[in-house]
């Protein structure tokens, strides 16, 4: 599934553009230490890590003490005030032509920085690449998906009001997004907010690899609270809405009601269902049936949880004609 995208590594270490890596860092506990780790060991080196800690108060950067000798990194201290915030700091201290996101409790794999840095150089005209990704729960990396987007699938996304990807997947280019922040209201979907704003100006494209790991941490608030947060993301779409000239109405979800689970963890069962379909087209059915009884277990006495597993067995023909209702479920991944 790989792209076929200019791979920096031909040019010398003087030609190389230098790439920022931000991460927002609040209490990330002992997840912080691998995942700073896994952008250090980028295979593209030329990196500028951004790390803004956002009023931590869990010690974790007791953990990574040894690390901050790297002379790539660098370190801002700020009172807590909430990711938006957090992430425009940084953006204003930006040294990259590029810019990537790093959650502080996911997992970039080796060749992610080099795979995206690739495409965006090999098209100018793009501002932003995503990539495909995989979770992380309980320890264990499964479901992945790895789905290329072109440039028209991104827009189509985009005046459907979807994100083309998971959001801390991106690579962005300064030079068209600098000047763009994240909007600090929002204090879930901000994110949401600032991929349809880039979208709606600019091309960008989904990459077809899986070269991210997204943990999903069970006690997060936006789990919790799930009403709290369909409230912020009804803002950012009211605000979509009124930046097209569209009447705002606030979105149902014509599917039907879902479990309860599936509200209390954002429908996280799509992603599997989306993972079963990438392995089915790629042939890869034994990976397809792994991955469609992981979901299953994620709740066994909930049916919403086995439609993964009917998507591994039934006809791709049948499948196909049931995925166009599917695909009308908004990507939903705050954590």
Known sequence: MASQAHSPKAEGMAEQPLVTVVMCVYNAGNYLRPSLLSVMDQTYKKLDILIVDDGSTDGCFDTIRDLLTDERIRVIHQANSGK?????????????????????????????????????????????????????????FMAPVFSPKSEDHCRSENRAFRMPALDPTGMFRMSLVGHMRF????????????????????PMVVLGECLYAYRILPNSLTRRAPTWRKQFEGEAFRRACERRGLRFEQQVDDKGPRSRNSLMDNNIAAHFIN???????????????????????????????????AYALMPPSVTSRLRRDVLAIPLETTK
Do not use: M
């Open 275 to 309: 993972s079963v379909l990438d392995s089915r087209r790629s042939n890869r059915r034994l990976s397809a049936l792994k991955t469609a009884w992981q979901c299953a277990c994620l709740h066994p006495t909930d049916p919403y949880y086995y439609k993964a597993l």
């Open 183 to 202: 909007e600090p209201s929002l204090q879930v979907a901000e994110t949401y907010d600032y991929i349809l704003r880039i979208g709606e100006e600019h």
């Open 84 to 140: 938006p915030a957090a992430i425009n700091r940084a953006i204003d201290q930006i040294r990259g032509e590029y810019y990537a996101i790093q959650d502080a409790d996911d997992i970039s794999h080796t060749t992610r920085i080099e795979r995206q840095l690739g495409a965006l150089l090999s098209k100018p005209h793009l501002a932003a690449v995503f990539c495909g990704n995989e979770l992380i729960i309980d320890g264990t």
